[in-house]
């Protein structure tokens, strides 16, 4: 499966971005979705994650209350609705997949879990 993310962009802080994870090329409802960031020099970190069916959902804490993650199997995207950014926000955001044929509800935090990777998307926060 290939993944394109888009929407990220330039908002100031406390304003909101919805990220966008479109797949391609697989059955994207078998695929656990994460979404990740990175800054420089620094290791890409879970931001959220989401089972094939949508049923369960992990989020980082930094992010608890503030992001949503979701997904629309139907339209083969997953999404990350990010609100109250902040400037520690800022990164490159990438969404990953990983099959799980035999788990409906499996999902995982771990960026190693992951199988496939989009190119990232940068949002930036200002003060």
């Known amino acids: 499966v290939q993944l394109q993310a888009s929407g990220g962009g330039l908002v100031q802080a406390g304003g909101s971005l919805r990220l966008s994870c479109a797949a391609s090329?697989?059955?994207?409802?078998?695929?656990?979705v994460g979404w990740f960031r990175q800054t420089p020099g620094k290791e890409r970190d879970v931001v959220a994650a989401?089972?094939?069916?949508?049923?369960?959902?992990y989020y980082a804490d930094s992010v608890k209350g503030r992001f949503t993650i979701s997904r629309d199997n139907a339209k083969n995207t997953v999404y990350l609705q990010m609100n109250s950014l902040n400037p520690e926000d800022t990164a490159v955001y990438y969404c990953?997949?990983?099959?799980?044929?035999?788990?409906?509800?499996?999902?995982?935090?771990?960026?190693?879990?992951?199988?496939?990777w989009g190119q990232g998307t940068l949002v930036t926060v200002s003060s």
């Open positions: 090329g697989g059955t994207f409802s078998n695929y656990a």
């Open positions: 990953a997949a990983v099959r799980a044929l035999f788990n409906p509800e499996y999902y995982s935090p771990n960026y190693s879990s992951y199988e496939h």
């Open positions: 989401i089972s094939q069916s949508g049923g369960r959902k």
